[in-house]
T-cell receptor, first 115, second 112 residues
Framework: NAGVMQNPRHLVRRRGQEARLRCSPM?????VYWYRQLPEEGLKFMVY????????ESGMPKERFSAEFPKEGPSILRIQQVVRGDSAAYFC?????????????FGNGTRLTVT | AQTVTQSQPEMSVQEAETVTLSCTYD???????LFWYKQPPSRQMILVIR??????QNATENRFSVNFQKAAKSFSLKISDSQLGDAAMYFC?????????FGIGTKLQVIP
């Protein structure tokens, strides 16, 4: 059973470009979460999606950031006009349900570097 | 709202010894779960152990066990017989309705 797949593993973008991060959840999982990790700051919640719906985007900046989880295909975290402060590791996690006892299963993350 | 606090940025333990990592949390929810995750240098987040808030019995997974003190909102992780492979960042997390909140992590060093 394949785990959560994230790609690319590393992404380098110049300031002003767009970054698209992809996440394929585990088979049978319809709930996807995106987190950002900065050194000394742990994992910061960004957005929680269920198939075709954004459930909670309270952790995602209002500008330049968007996320989707279409009926078919991976979840996408999109960052437009990237700035140096966007450099971080971005983790995707999935769970089969949204219930409290359902642990998150994480991908290996995408390290975004903005030059 | 949920908050998770890990007050030990770094800890070290001698191989084969026991170490305890601290975690406190705050939540307005009555039904929640608590988790410990391990992140080795490979960056993969690995679930170590979980605890249901309604269960008084502390969870145990092989060499890993928790000390869950609900009234004090404390959820510490004990690692017995530490091994070199235990060296990693450890994150405490609280899962309530919809959201999972993580602490900032504790870096564990295992000394041979």
């Amino acid at each position: 059973n394949a785990g959560v797949m994230q790609n690319p593993r590393h992404l380098v973008r110049r300031r002003g470009q767009e970054a698209r991060l992809r996440c394929s959840p585990m088979k049978g999982h319809s709930h996807v979460y995106w987190y950002r990790q900065l050194p000394e700051e742990g994992l910061k919640f960004m957005v929680y999606l269920q198939k075709e719906n954004i459930i909670d985007e309270s952790g995602m900046p209002k500008e330049r950031f968007s996320a989707e989880f279409p009926k078919e295909g991976p979840s996408i975290l999109r960052i437009q006009q990237v700035v140096r402060g966007d450099s971080a590791a971005y983790f995707c996690a999935s769970s089969p349900t949204g219930s409290r006892d359902s642990p998150l299963h994480f991908g290996n993350g995408t390290r975004l570097t903005v030059t | 709202a949920q908050t998770v606090t890990q007050s030990q940025p770094e800890m070290s333990v001698q191989e084969a010894e026991t170490v305890t990592l601290s975690c406190t949390y705050d939540t307005s929810e009555s039904d929640y779960y608590l988790f410990w995750y391990k992140q080795p240098p490979s960056r993969q987040m690995i679930l170590v152990i979980r605890q249901e808030a309604y269960k008084q019995q502390n969870a145990t997974e092989n060499r890993f066990s928790v000390n869950f003190q609900k009234a004090a909102k404390s959820f510490s992780l004990k690692i017995s017989d530490s091994q070199l492979g235990d060296a990693a960042m450890y994150f405490c997390a609280s899962r309530g309705y919809q959201k999972v909140t993580f602490g900032i992590g504790t870096k564990l060093q295992v000394i041979p």
